[in-house]
């Protein structure tokens, strides 16, 4: 897995500015995980370093890579791309919240492989293709099967729309108001390029990679 250099002092002082920023823009409500997807395992010790244990990742593989090379060090998993049904036995046991689960046919395997287990349901309130996430009307029913199923439900999340203000800030409205109406509490919205307007949308945690390590470099390359 070869990635861009990691320091991990800057990464530790970009961690405690953007909190700081955080916390004054949110008024403690909004919180960080920093997303390491693409850096390779210094990236997430890093983190550790800096005082967090939560961690977001979109792939299967390179959470089980990871997990494998810091094997001893206890990280947060957080999933937020989507998994496809067969990873998800590979995947149990290792995952502190599974944040993307968007149907059916997920809720039952992660409740059979993980059971109670912490998730999200991923809401796509704008209706883009290929991101995932489900639509809004069908947002209860979700929650209401992985309740039922024995996990737990912490809330929603959702994807803004990249270069879109005005549908973005649409999105975030609809996913609170939903989490709202649901009594849900945490409500992942917002990354590097919309982290303000999401914690303006009243957004619980922030998913924020480029802004913590740089950008990415390109996946499969290298
Ligand atoms: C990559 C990714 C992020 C982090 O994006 P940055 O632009 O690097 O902050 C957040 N959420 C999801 C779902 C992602 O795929």
């Keep these: 897995m070869n990635s861009p250099l990691i320091d991990p002092t800057a ?7 953007l909190e700081e920023r955080l916390a004054n823009l949110s008024g403690g409500r909004t919180r960080l995980l920093p997303v390491t997807k693409a850096f390779g ?3 997430v010790e890093a983190v550790l370093a800096a005082g967090h244990s939560a961690v977001g990742e979109n792939y ?3 959470i089980l890579a990871k997990d494998d090379a810091l094997a001893g060090w206890d990280v947060a998993w957080h999933v937020i791309g989507s998994v496809q049904r067969n990873k998800v036995r590979r995947l149990a046991g290792r995952v502190a919240v599974w944040q993307t689960v968007d149907r059916p046919a997920l809720v039952s395997e992660i409740a059979r492989r993980a059971p109670g287990d912490r998730i999200m349901v991923q809401v ?3 209706g883009f293709p290929g991101k995932g996430g489900c639509p809004p009307g069908a947002v209860e029913d979700l929650v209401g099967q992985a309740l039922d199923a024995g996990l737990r439900v912490d809330g929603l999340m959702t994807v803004g729309a990249q270069g879109d203000t005005a549908a973005t800030g649409r999105a975030f409205r609809v996913v609170a108001d939903l989490a709202d ?4 509490v945490e409500r992942s919205m917002g990354m590097t390029e919309d982290l303000e307007q999401a ?3 009243g ?4 998913r924020v990679g480029r802004a913590l390590f740089g950008d990415r470099p390109p996946r499969g390359g290298r």
């Design 11 to 17: 990464v530790a002082d970009r961690i405690h500015d």
């Design 41 to 43: 395992p210094e990236a």
């Design 60 to 62: 299967a593989q390179e």
């Design 124 to 126: 796509d309130p704008l």
């Design 181 to 184: 109406a649901l009594g849900l």
């Design 199 to 201: 914690v303006a949308s």
């Design 203 to 206: 957004s619980t945690l922030v």
